[in-house]
């Protein structure tokens, strides 16, 4: 490392502020809110309607209305893949702080000991909230009913490696530890149970609750409605700009991940010649209405039992998804179409209505954010700021925090180092690792094993990503700056692997 780079993160490090700070609770604030946190799976914001650069296609009137009653904001970096993004959102650490989170089989078959890998619902419970989780379950066979869930009607991918595909149903759902078999559309179900709960069903009345929908829908194999198959089969869809290549500038190992082919009448075929790309994007638009749909149940049930202003709603996906973006097919990569997720916070009458939050959040600023909010200090030290700063007023808040995110595969904890100490590149789903950070509009990347070369993307002016321009001369105060900022963020979050990762070249 140059010694100019050296002062740099140094500096970065002296002022980088403290990632959790005293818990804030509003003043006269007789109780705290409840939460409410709708979690859909692998869909990227270009699937919501009101979102900049969506889908000509996009139909999501009731997540749209969801917006308009709040703040919008960039995005939302909850994680890479499914197991991660779920466990960064039960401890608020990312996941190479997270020790014991195992996969002991085949995805999605995992452990985690939870005298270690404590998950945070338990410490709502001990401050008189009422917890409850409804729908996909993906972070170890042991489920924490009874420890860190007062209520749970979840589909226990883990615990049931044969019923894992069943995405829609029928499904083997645990209804508070009893498992039983479930038939019908899961999207359906998973709002049915929820809009119950948020009207009684379970819980005690009185208490502040937390309620953590997962949604399985547009998880592959994605399979609308039947009510909303055919609804988008006329809607034209829009190819990417690099969806056959070429990508100057751009790592080797998209060649490994390139998902689609011209096909014979000049369409855009998947390289299993299954799909075209125009039928594949109607398609998981279309089962995104179910969701949108259960939005629009879940507010409508709020504010029939007296409970929407007392409620903070939050959506988000757990990961986005590429839908032909540099060539691909799928999620974890570093690029906004395969990691970015819409993320929209409402509470009328305490968050602004119709704002935009030119900001990006990751999965620990959330968990920190639902402990300020709901007034309780964090028991243990978390990845994550507090941004409720945003929720009072988006429009005027210092805010000019980096988001950090990572890929580090089916690795969590000491495995991570391990893995890239190891003579084989550390790749998940052919991305190697990696780790990230945005600071506004610019983003930088870094792939751990040193074996891909930089990028940094400028998504005011490339929302895209189609040009690197980690080589480009006149940016190179940027990247040195983003560098810099990147490695603080890593020792920030106490990142066990960096001392291997900053001595790459």
């Not at 893949?81 to 989170?101: D, K, N």
């Not at 999605?108 to 270690?116: E, F, I, L, M, R």
Request: proline share 8%.
């Amino acid at each position: 490392m140059s010694p100019r780079l050296t002062f740099v993160c140094l500096a970065a490090v002296l002022v980088f502020p403290r990632l959790v700070g005293a818990a804030e609770s509003a003043p006269g604030r007789l109780r705290p809110p409840n939460i409410l946190f709708i979690y859909a799976d692998d869909h990227s914001k270009k699937l919501i309607s009101s979102y900049e650069g969506a889908y000509a296609m996009a139909r999501t009137p009731h997540i749209d209305r969801l917006a308009a009653s709040g703040i919008r904001f960039q995005a939302g970096y909850m994680g890479a893949w499914c197991m991660p993004s779920r466990a960064t959102l039960l401890t608020g650490l990312h996941p190479y702080a997270i020790e014991t989170m195992r996969l002991t089989g085949p995805n999605p078959q995992g452990t985690y000991d939870p005298k270690v890998c404590r998950f945070w619902p338990s410490v709502f419970r001990q401050h008189g909230y009422h917890t409850a989780q409804i729908g996909k379950w993906h972070t170890g066979t042991d489920t924490g009913w009874g420890r860190d869930w007062d209520y749970q009607r979840v589909w226990n991918r883990p615990a049931n490696p044969e019923n894992a595909g069943s995405y829609y149903g029928p499904q083997l759902i645990d209804f508070n530890g009893e498992r039983r078999k479930v038939e019908g559309y899961s999207t359906d179900n998973y709002t049915r149970w929820a809009v119950d709960y948020i009207k009684g069903e379970g819980r005690e009345a009185g208490k502040p609750w937390y309620l953590w929908l997962c949604y399985g829908a547009i998880h592959g194999p994605t399979i609308p409605a039947p009510r909303h198959r055919g609804t988008l089969k006329s809607a034209k869809a829009e190819t990417p700009a690099d969806i056959l290549g070429p990508r100057p500038g751009k790592p080797a190992y998209l060649e490994g991940t390139q998902a689609w082919k011209r096909g014979p009448a000049g369409e855009i075929m998947d390289k299993g010649g299954k799909s075209s790309h125009a039928d594949w994007t109607r398609q998981v638009n279309e089962c995104l209405q179910a969701v949108d749909e259960g939005v629009g149940e879940l507010i409508k049930a709020l504010r029939e039992s007296g409970q929407l202003e007392d409620t903070l709603v939050i959506y988000t996906s757990d990961q986005g998804y590429a839908n032909g973006e540099h060539g691909m097919k799928q999620k974890v990569a570093p690029y906004e179409a395969t990691y970015a997720s819409p993320f929209i916070v409402s509470r009328p009458g305490t968050v602004p209505a119709g704002k935009v939050a030119r900001h990006t959040v990751n999965g620990p600023d959330v968990v920190v954010t639902f402990f300020a909010q709901a007034g309780i200090a964090p028991p243990w030290k978390m990845h994550g700021r507090d941004f409720s700063a945003l929720l009072r007023d988006p429009d005027h808040a210092r805010w000019d925090q980096p988001t950090l995110y990572t890929n580090t595969g089916q690795d969590f904890g000491s495995n991570v180092t391990a893995r890239l100490a190891g003579p084989d590149q550390a790749k998940h789903s052919g991305v190697p690792y990696f780790a990230a950070v945005r600071q506004g509009d610019l983003k930088y990347v870094r792939y751990l094993s040193g074996r891909e070369p930089e990028e940094l993307y400028d998504l005011k002016s490339d929302p895209e990503e189609l040009t690197n321009l980690a080589g480009a001369p006149q940016r190179r105060g940027d990247l040195e700056r983003l560098r810099a900022l990147w490695l603080a963020e890593l020792r920030a979050s106490d990142a066990p692997f960096l001392t291997y990762v900053s001595s790459l070249p």
